[in-house]
C-alpha cells in the first residue's frame, strides 16, 4: 500500500470515528445538563467536515503529474491544511461565544453520569491521534498531522470539561457554570493548536527550508556513488507527501561531459533507492576545479 492508499483510509477512519462521537456527545450532553460536552460536539461535528475536506485533497493530490502540472498535483496538501484551521478557528469561536452566553445565564448542574461518557472519549480520542499522528509521519502528509491534531485538540477539550463538571458537581450551587468555563478555555488551546498547524504549512507553501536532517542524509548518500566528489548546494521542497531536490554534485573536471552526465544519472537513481519518499531529483553537475 502506498503513503496515498494509507493517508485515504487513515482519513476514513477519522471520519467514521468524529461521526459516531459527534452523535455521543450531542445526546449526552443534552441528556446531562452539560455545555461542555455539547461544546465538544460541535467540535467533532466540525472534524468531519475537515476530515471530508483532507479526504477530497488526498484524491486530487492522487492525480499524477501532467504537462500542466510537472511536479504533480501535492500543493492541494498545505491549501488543505488551511481549511483544516480554518475549520478549528470556526468551531472554537462558536465554543467560546456559547461559553461565555452560559456563563451569564442560569442552568442545572450536569449529571455525575457524563464523567463516564467524558473519560470514554478522552480515551478514544487519545487512541486515534497516536494512530493517525503515526500515520502521518509515515506519509509525510501534513494534512493527516493537522487531522490528527483535531483528535488530539479534541481530547483535550474532554479532558477541560471532565474538569469543570467534577468541580460542578463536587460544589453543587453556586458552581453550574463550571464547565462552561471549561469549555471556554477549551476554545483558546484549540486557538492555539490551530497556530501550530498552520505554520508548518505555511512553511511548506513557501518552500521554506525546513528539512536540515533530510539534506544530510542526501549528503551522505551522493558521497557513496562513483566520481561524486561532494555535494555544493542542496535544496528541497515539498509537494505533498514527495521532496523534490536540486542538488549540485562536485565531480572531477577532467572528464567528459558525457560521463558527468552518467554521473548525474547514476546519482538521481541511487538517491531515489536510497532515500524514501524523494520526488523529482534535479542533479547540477560542478567541477572541482
Known amino acids: 500500500?502506498?503513503?496515498?492508499?494509507?493517508?485515504?483510509?487513515?482519513?476514513?477512519?477519522?471520519?467514521?470515528?468524529?461521526?459516531?462521537l459527534a452523535l455521543l456527545k450531542g445526546l449526552a450532553g443534552f441528556f446531562g445538563n452539560s455545555y461542555a460536552?455539547?461544546?465538544?460536539?460541535?467540535?467533532?461535528?466540525?472534524?468531519?467536515?475537515?476530515?471530508?475536506?483532507?479526504?477530497?485533497?488526498?484524491?486530487?493530490?492522487?492525480?499524477?503529474?501532467?504537462?500542466?502540472?510537472?511536479?504533480?498535483h501535492g500543493k492541494i496538501e498545505p491549501l488543505i491544511t488551511f481549511?483544516?484551521?480554518?475549520?478549528?478557528?470556526?468551531?472554537?469561536?462558536?465554543?467560546?461565544?456559547?461559553?461565555?452566553?452560559?456563563?451569564?445565564?442560569?442552568h442545572k448542574i450536569p449529571k455525575s453520569w457524563t464523567l463516564i461518557v467524558l473519560?470514554?472519549?478522552?480515551?478514544?480520542?487519545?487512541?486515534?491521534?497516536q494512530i493517525v499522528i503515526k500515520k502521518s509521519k509515515q506519509t509525510n502528509s501534513s494534512s493527516l498531522k493537522a487531522d490528527a491534531w483535531h483528535h488530539r485538540s479534541?481530547?483535550?477539550?474532554?479532558?477541560?470539561?471532565?474538569?469543570?463538571?467534577?468541580?460542578?458537581?463536587?460544589?453543587?450551587?453556586?458552581?453550574?457554570?463550571?464547565?462552561?468555563?471549561?469549555?471556554?478555555?477549551?476554545?483558546?488551546?484549540?486557538?492555539?493548536?490551530?497556530?501550530?498547524i498552520l505554520r508548518p504549512a505555511l512553511g511548506e507553501v513557501m518552500d521554506e527550508q525546513l528539512y536540515g536532517d533530510l539534506i544530510l542524509e542526501i549528503r551522505k548518500k551522493s558521497i557513496?556513488?562513483?566520481?561524486?566528489?561532494?555535494?555544493?548546494?542542496c535544496f528541497i521542497r515539498k509537494s505533498g507527501m514527495k521532496y523534490h531536490?536540486?542538488?549540485h554534485a562536485i565531480v572531477d573536471g577532467q572528464i567528459s561531459v558525457k560521463k558527468g552526465h552518467d554521473i548525474s544519472h547514476q546519482l538521481k537513481d541511487h538517491l531515489r533507492n536510497e532515500v524514501p519518499n524523494l520526488g523529482h531529483v534535479l542533479i547540477h553537475i560542478e567541477p572541482n576545479e
Open 245 to 247: 531536490v536540486d542538488l
Open 154 to 196: 479534541d481530547a483535550i477539550t474532554s479532558v477541560m470539561a471532565f474538569i469543570g463538571i467534577s468541580i460542578a458537581i463536587i460544589f453543587g450551587k453556586g458552581y453550574e457554570t463550571a464547565d462552561d468555563w471549561a469549555a471556554l478555555f477549551a476554545s483558546a488551546f484549540i486557538f492555539y493548536n490551530s497556530y501550530l
Open 1 to 20: 500500500m502506498n503513503n496515498e492508499q494509507t493517508a485515504i483510509r487513515t482519513t476514513y477512519f477519522s471520519i467514521i470515528g468524529n461521526t459516531a
Open 37 to 72: 460536552l455539547i461544546a465538544d460536539a460541535i467540535e467533532s461535528t466540525t472534524d468531519i467536515f475537515a476530515s471530508f475536506l483532507v479526504l477530497l485533497g488526498f484524491k486530487y493530490a492522487e492525480r499524477p503529474a501532467d504537462e500542466n502540472h510537472p511536479y504533480g
Open 83 to 106: 481549511g483544516v484551521v480554518a475549520f478549528l478557528v470556526v468551531s472554537a469561536t462558536v465554543i467560546a461565544y456559547e461559553s461565555i452566553q452560559n456563563i451569564q445565564t442560569p
Open 224 to 233: 557513496e556513488v562513483k566520481g561524486v566528489l561532494d555535494t555544493e548546494k
Open 119 to 129: 473519560g470514554l472519549i478522552i480515551i478514544w480520542k487519545e487512541i486515534s491521534f
